[in-house]
């Protein structure tokens, strides 16, 4: 089985979108999917504004809470109840009998989400699809691929979004070496990093370091430090969403900007397909079919 993250670096920037996609590229595999946090509500809890909902079709796994089945339309077939409890019920595994939407309330720790998958590989789920935003990003250090979902409800700063993006594009890339280095355990904030200057350090993954805000902090002592991770998901592409939701005197409204020199930068300087997902849906299919294919033929 492989795995398959969605990490958006804010709320709105379009990791749903950007799932729902990637639920119809893979249609003729056995997926499972669920979220690191909370997905498929009707709307955004600050602006009020609608959100896209998690679409599944008939034979797909989910993974949820009972409480947030009990609100989805798409009709489940209870199949396993796992020791895992969340505000909203049991986290539960269920099989999709009618198609419909679902909100999904997944695991929120690394242990959960790997019980979760040792219980999909024996169900032969070929692809399992993880949502999350980077606030949740530990137990993305479990994926196989990652992709990267940016967007205007981050910034509308095209310069802040490149930037922000090349740090933790930097991050994901940091080379597998555990040879001759220091070990740095846990969640690594800015302030333990900069002990260790001149050393070889090794930490856990690259999520274990992106849980700052200070993303301009972090890339100059990355670019001080010697770093190297145990594990990382390989990082696929990099999607944008223009739309974001624009403060105005009778509340919210959907505001759009334009995104594509952002995304010719973002291929250009970091050597990563960058792409808006509802324009380019086709493109997105071929690169996760390839990179799916390649390493689902490896692990036969």
Excluded at 83 to 88: F, M, P, V
Excluded at 102 to 115: A, F, K, M, N
Excluded at 202 to 231: G, K
Aim: glycine share 6%; net charge neutral; with cysteine.
């Amino acid at each position: 089985m492989l795995s398959l993250g969605v990490l958006g670096t804010a709320k709105n920037t379009g990791k749903t979108t950007t799932l729902n996609a990637l639920l119809k590229c893979l249609s003729g595999k056995l997926l499972a999917l669920t979220s690191i946090g909370f997905d498929g509500e009707d709307l955004d809890h600050i602006t009020g504004l609608p959100k896209p909902k998690v679409l599944v079709e008939e034979g797909n796994f989910v993974v949820t809470s009972e409480e947030a089945a009990k609100h989805s339309t798409a009709r489940l077939h209870l199949l396993r109840r796992f020791d895992i409890k969340t505000a909203l019920g049991s986290i539960c595994l269920y099989r999709v009998r009618q198609a419909g939407t679902v909100i999904l309330v997944g695991p929120h720790s690394s242990e959960d989400l790997l019980t979760i998958k040792e219980v999909l590989e024996k169900d032969m789920v070929e692809v399992f699809l993880i949502d999350g935003a980077i606030n949740r990003i530990v137990p993305f250090q479990h994926s196989d691929f990652v992709i990267l979902a940016v967007g205007a409800s981050r910034s509308t700063n095209l310069d802040f979004l490149l930037s922000e993006t090349k740090v933790i594009v930097k991050a994901l890339r940091l080379p597998i070496d555990k040879k001759g280095r220091k070990t740095v355990e846990g969640l690594v904030s800015l302030e333990k990093l900069s002990f260790f200057r001149g050393e070889h350090i090794l930490v856990e993954s690259p999520m274990h370091l992106l849980l700052t805000e200070d993303f301009v902090r972090l890339e100059q002592l990355l670019n001080d430090l010697d770093v190297a991770v145990v594990r990382r998901p390989e990082l696929l592409c990099v999607t944008v969403n223009p739309c974001y939701p624009e403060r105005r005197m009778e509340g919210y409204a959907l505001a759009r900007i334009d995104l594509s020199e952002l995304s010719k930068a973002i291929e250009r300087e970091l050597d990563v397909p960058c792409l808006n997902v509802t324009q380019e849906e086709e493109r997105l299919c071929k690169i996760v079919e390839e990179k799916i294919g390649k390493r689902g033929s490896k692990k036969t």
